[in-house]
């Protein structure tokens, strides 16, 4: 059975490679394949996690009849299927999405906005507020003098009110290369972490499969 299981990762592994070279039915059938079974078993998790776990037991368990409103806003979004009454769907939909943006834009803008603003108001050479001068690690001045000249140049370029000419246009070059690098960094974060799992699946073919790495 392992052999079995070991031999048919094996064949979907090199089925979703085959693409690199063109599209053909192989691919096509490992695609689809992972596509139900990812499906069905989403389907089957969330049945038994929301509608059994959720709302089924709360309703004969624990008598949380408000889990009533929730059944009704997913049952009118199953109205889709029907054509002539699909326009029904709409309001579940929005209010889904409204009461999610209301849900998630504190945690965002708490995340993605005042942490990052906080960071980059640290001070340049404490490693804290209150701190006595220079306690700083020196690579966290230097992280925090890149962190504060890459912020002002970077907020330089945008600028737009005053020519770029001068000093001043020192200073957006300063900030368009900062933000070039930023871009950079992050793409390089993207392909790194997609060739760890090229790495994975090469390990697994020249390693568990085929026993050419040890």
């Known amino acids: 059975m392992n052999d079995f299981g070991l031999w048919l990762a094996a064949f979907f592994t090199l089925g979703i490679i085959s693409f690199l070279y063109r599209d053909n039915a192989w691919y096509k059938l490992c695609e689809s394949i992972f596509v139900g079974i990812s499906a069905g078993y989403w389907f ?24 009533l409103i929730g059944a009704t806003l997913g049952l009118m979004m199953l109205l889709r299927l029907i054509p002539q009454i ?16 209301g849900l998630y834009i504190i ?73 070039m690098i930023t871009f950079g960094a992050s793409f390089g974060y993207t392909v790194m972490s997609r060739m760890s799992l090229l790495i994975g699946r090469m390990d697994f073919i020249f390693g568990d499969w085929l026993g050419l790495i040890r």
Request: hydrophobic share 50%.
């Open 44 to 67: 089957v998790t969330l049945f038994w996690d929301n509608i059994h776990g959720l709302f089924w037991e709360g309703i004969t368990e624990r008598h949380d009849y408000w889990l």
């Open 107 to 179: 945690n965002y803008f708490a995340s993605n906005v005042m942490v990052q603003v906080e960071d980059t108001l640290m001070p340049l050479f404490s490693a804290k507020f209150g701190d006595p001068l220079f306690s700083a690690s020196p690579y966290s001045i230097v992280g925090n003098i890149v962190v504060a000249v890459g912020t002002f140049t970077g907020l330089v370029y945008f600028f737009f009110s005053k020519e770029h000419k001068g000093a001043f246009g020192g200073m957006a070059k300063i900030g368009i290369w900062t933000i």
């Open 86 to 101: 699909g326009w029904i769907s709409r309001w579940p939909l929005s209010f889904v999405v409204g009461a999610t943006a």
